[in-house]
């Protein structure tokens, strides 16, 4: 008879965990995509501030207009762009370069440009690195004039090499991407 009365309390109980359970499960998916919908509402604020007659300043943060880049008939304007700098002597930054060139070529968006840019000095060990890297030459540029070209020194890359997403307008985004948020990304645009 005691036992009776406490199957009921027992069911309970493993009502109760079984729901802390899902509670959990949905903490843990939510909090994976806070922040892909972060960078969406900051992208989005980003955005509403840059329209308009509001005057840009040039510079690297999200909002700021991004400094020009000359390259062979390419142009910052006209499509949302992901640039991407690297060089060969720097493992880091060519890891992530095949990274993003990789997941890049697997969104394939007509209104979406990646400009990878290598500072590599020696032209040949660029070509060498594409072609060990299996990346796609399109996409590819090499600053031969490395850390003393214009573009070095306008990105401020002696900090370091890195990411930026730039939407039509030429106006940065976001910057330093890893491939999941730039997914995460191209799914709100």
Request: hydrophobic residues 45%.
């Amino acid at each position: 008879m005691n036992l009776n009365k406490k199957i009921p309390y027992i069911l309970k109980i493993r009502r109760l965990l079984c729901y802390a359970k899902v509670q959990c499960l949905l903490k843990q998916v939510f909090m994976k995509y806070v922040k892909s919908m972060l960078l969406f509402v900051i992208a989005s604020i980003s955005m509403a501030y840059t329209t308009g007659d509001a005057k840009i300043s040039k510079g690297l943060k999200p909002g700021d207009l991004a400094p020009e880049i000359h390259l062979q008939q390419l142009s910052l304007v006209g499509k949302y762009s992901f640039v991407q700098f690297w060089a060969a002597y720097d493992a880091t930054s060519r890891v992530n370069n095949v990274l993003m060139s990789n997941k890049f070529a697997k969104l394939n968006r007509d209104n979406f440009q990646m400009i990878s840019i290598s500072f590599d000095e020696k032209q040949s060990v660029f070509e060498e690195t594409i072609r060990t890297d299996n990346l796609d030459l399109s996409s590819q540029f090499n600053i031969p004039t490395g850390k003393k070209s214009e573009i070095f020194q306008d990105y401020r890359l002696n900090e370091g090499f890195r990411n930026l997403l730039i939407d039509p307008h030429g106006v940065i985004i976001a910057v330093d991407l890893s491939p999941v948020v730039l997914r995460n990304v191209f799914t709100f645009m």
